[in-house]
């Protein structure tokens, strides 16, 4: 199963992106997280500010890249059905591997928030690394 955490790219730039993601009561993983008290779970928080990173990699002609640390990530609103996320991620440098070091924030836009001050439902910073295949692929046995 595959969640899209970028509805729309509200700026790109080469070493910055600026997304939005509206939270819906229909979401699937809502349903669960929690019943009585439905949010965002934070991993997903993560994983739109992971998305946004990877469209500015693509935008570079960088192949596909995965999630190889996370630092500093601090967690600062639940995000409920109704709510946005803009997502703000940008390049802090590159580095000799080829990955990509980020750091990104998202503001809370909801009804009764400040639209000149939203609140930040999180922040941190996060490495964007190559695929490294496993080098022993070719020793493995058939299955």
């Known amino acids: 199963m595959r969640f899209s955490f970028v509805d729309r790219v509200l700026e790109q730039s ?3 992106i600026v997304t939005l993601k509206q939270v819906t009561s229909a979401e699937e993983y809502l ?3 929690f019943p009585t008290f439905p ?3 934070g991993v997903f928080m993560l994983e739109s500010m992971v998305q946004a990173a990877r469209l500015v990699a693509e935008a570079r002609g960088l192949p596909r890249l995965v999630l190889g640390k996370v630092r500093a ?3 600062g609103r639940f995000v409920k059905p109704g709510a946005t996320l803009r997502v ?3 390049l802090a440098k590159t580095l000799d591997d080829g990955s ?3 750091k990104g924030e998202a503001l809370l836009l909801e009804p009764g928030t400040s639209i000149a001050e939203p609140p930040v439902a999180v922040s941190g910073r996060f490495l964007l690394r190559p695929i490294r295949p496993c080098r022993d ?3 493995l046995p058939p299955q």
Request: aromatic share 14%; net charge negative.
């Open 14 to 16: 080469p070493d910055r």
């Open 31 to 33: 349903q669960d997280h």
């Open 39 to 41: 949010v965002l779970p």
């Open 73 to 75: 990530l601090k967690y």
């Open 88 to 90: 703000e991620v940008s």
């Open 100 to 102: 990509l070091d980020f």
């Open 137 to 139: 692929f070719a020793a």
